[in-house]
T-cell receptor
Framework: AQSVTQPDIHITVSEGASLELRCNYS??????LFWYVQSPGQGLQLLLK??????LVQGIKGFEAEFKRSQSSFNLRKPSVHWSDAAEYFC?????????????FGGGTRVLVKP | DGGITQSPKYLFRKEGQNVTLSCEQN?????MYWYRQDPGQGLRLIYY???????QKGDIAEGYSVSREKKESFPLTVTSAQKNPTAFYLC?????????????FGPGTRLTVL
């Protein structure tokens, strides 16, 4: 069964500093990988996705993620954080073999931004 | 504007009562999903539907029921059999039930059992 681990429950970063959120997945074949962001009390918004090709993926709001098959990782990065980036971030994995486009989500990482 | 709407935003229920959460989409998507979100546990799949008049159980379907009579609608009923229903419920849709399709999410409904 596929699974996703986000090791960091909370991260605090200063505004203007860089941010990296970790995501490790477990799946036997090539996964489809997603990063979503959720503001408090809201739904999820897709930041970026990886299906195939270039392992460095660019997303919205200045985020990027790198797929590393050897490490089963898909870490999310942003070079310079803005106060509006304070939110919860979820990594998710999907599979072409999973009927119904089922996604498995990690537990999330809450990002706090200090002024 | 195209999107997913969920209503109500907040819902309060007494123990022993069934309650139905609404989810509507105007994206012309074939597939729809219901997730439950609890603090620190991410999202867990309750039910999903790949096409009208068809749906499958997800990982935590016990105590829930759904219907998919129309393409744009996928209501979720939380029954009295659900032992701990207080949670944030998210509805999502995707173009099809294939693994490479992005899921679009609604704003969510927060259910509180009193």
């Amino acid at each position: 069964a596929q699974s996703v681990t986000q090791p960091d429950i909370h991260i605090t970063v200063s505004e203007g500093a860089s941010l990296e959120l970790r995501c490790n997945y477990s799946y036997g074949a090539t996964p489809y990988l997603f990063w979503y962001v959720q503001s408090p009390g809201q739904g999820l918004q897709l930041l970026l996705k990886y299906f195939s090709g270039d392992t460095l993926v660019q997303g919205i709001k200045g985020f990027e993620a790198e797929f590393k098959r050897s490490q089963s990782s898909f870490n999310l990065r942003k070079p310079s954080v803005h106060w509006s980036d304070a939110a919860e971030y979820f990594c998710a994995v999907g599979s072409i073999k999973a009927a119904g486009n089922k996604l498995t989500f990690g537990g999330g990482t809450r990002v706090l931004v200090k002024p | 504007d195209g999107g997913i709407t969920q209503s109500p935003k907040y819902l309060f229920r007494k123990e022993g009562q069934n309650v139905t959460l609404s989810c509507e989409q105007n994206l012309n998507h074939d597939a729809m999903y219901w997730y439950r979100q609890d603090p620190g546990q991410g999202l867990r799949l309750i039910y999903y539907s790949q096409i009208v008049n068809d749906f499958q159980k997800g990982d935590i379907a016990e105590g829930y029921s759904v219907s998919r009579e129309k393409k744009e609608s996928f209501p979720l009923t939380v029954t009295s059999a659900q032992k701990n229903p207080t949670a944030f419920y998210l509805c999502a849709s995707s173009i099809s039930g294939l693994g490479d399709n992005e899921q679009f999410f609604g704003p969510g409904t927060r259910l509180t059992v009193l």
